[in-house]
């Protein structure tokens, strides 16, 4: 798995990717980092991928960036969306739906649970088309196994949105809880789905430890000094999403990855990837549930 003091051999984009051409994808956060660099190499493979971003300047560089790097005007697109407000996640959702009549690939917990939750009449209306083969990619992080998220609860709105301000590093805390919420969602729409039997795999993963937002953390100083020496570059860490949204082996060994939670490159988690009260049936409805209100509350269900 990737991570501190561990190096994989680069990872070879145009052998494990398959063709995507005529499949159209959502990425979110996709303006800078390992979204961005998802994006690219989705493109080239032959998507058309939409560039979600909340800052249309930056995204507008980006597009430029890509152009630059060998990706065809007009294969990526922006799509306005502010996951920091469930509003922008639903607004944008409507928006992609009067563009487009197909969606193959979402990689995107209030704001990306309401996302998907507009976006799944499309998918599942897509994956009921001849040679389909339709993904829900939620990107998490190993951060889900810190503390703050082992003692997690969502019972209430209020633990839902609870600050984590009694922890010695509040916003790690909530983070790490964000990431597990992430892991869950996706564990619980696959059963959701495959209760219906409706063909879309929902994944999970863990892009590696790359230095994409160490600035934001409570110690900069150190955190840039650990990522310089043991973290992963871009490429590393945008494989295993790319691998999720265009591997063949997912469509061929389906029953795999349902509701799987991936590592670096592109494997299965073992036993100690993935924190065990992930899997939590009842923790992890408890979370829908919760969350449901949450938005029946803000009028967005």
């Known amino acids: 798995m990737g991570g501190f003091f561990s190096r ?15 499949k159209v994808v959502i990425v979110t956060g996709a303006n800078t980092g390992i979204g961005l660099t998802t994006v690219k190499y989705l493109a080239r493979k032959g998507a058309k991928v939409y560039l979600g971003a909340r800052n249309e300047s930056k995204a507008t560089g980006a597009l430029a960036q890509l152009e630059s790097e ?37 990689s995107d917990h209030i704001s990306p649970f309401l996302c998907t939750h507009t976006l799944l009449p499309l998918m599942k209306k897509t994956a009921q088309e001849p040679a389909s083969d339709v993904r829900i990619i939620n990107v998490a992080s190993n951060a889900h196994k810190r503390t703050s998220a082992i003692t997690a609860r969502f019972r ?5 949105n609870r600050d984590h301000t009694d922890a010695q590093w509040s916003d790690w805390s909530r983070y790490a809880v964000s990431k597990l919420a992430n892991v869950m969602h996706a564990s619980a729409l696959q059963r959701r789905l495959s209760a219906e039997d409706i063909p879309i795999v929902c994944m999970s993963l863990h892009p590696g430890v790359v230095n994409t937002w160490a600035d934001r953390t409570p110690a900069p100083i150190i955190a840039n000094v650990l990522f310089y020496f ?3 570059d871009l490429e590393f860490g ?58 029946e509350n803000l009028g967005l269900l």
């Open 8 to 22: 994989q051999a680069a990872p070879d984009f145009e052998r494990d990717l398959e063709d995507m051409t005529g």
């Open 230 to 232: 043991f973290g992963d």
């Open 238 to 295: 945008a494989y295993t999403s790319c691998f999720a949204a265009a591997s063949p082996l997912v469509r061929e060994e389906r029953e795999h990855y349902e509701g799987a939670y991936l590592v670096p490159l592109g494997q299965l988690g073992g036993p100690g990837d993935r924190l065990p009260r992930s899997e939590d049936i009842d923790l992890q409805d408890e979370l829908w549930n919760t969350t449901e209100v949450v938005l």
């Open 70 to 106: 060998g990706v065809a005007p007009g294969q990526v697109l922006y799509l306005h969306v502010d996951l920091s407000d469930p509003r922008s996640a639903k607004k944008a959702a409507g928006e992609f739906m009067k563009r487009e009549t197909r969606l193959d690939v979402l």
């Open 156 to 160: 209430t709105p209020e633990e839902l």
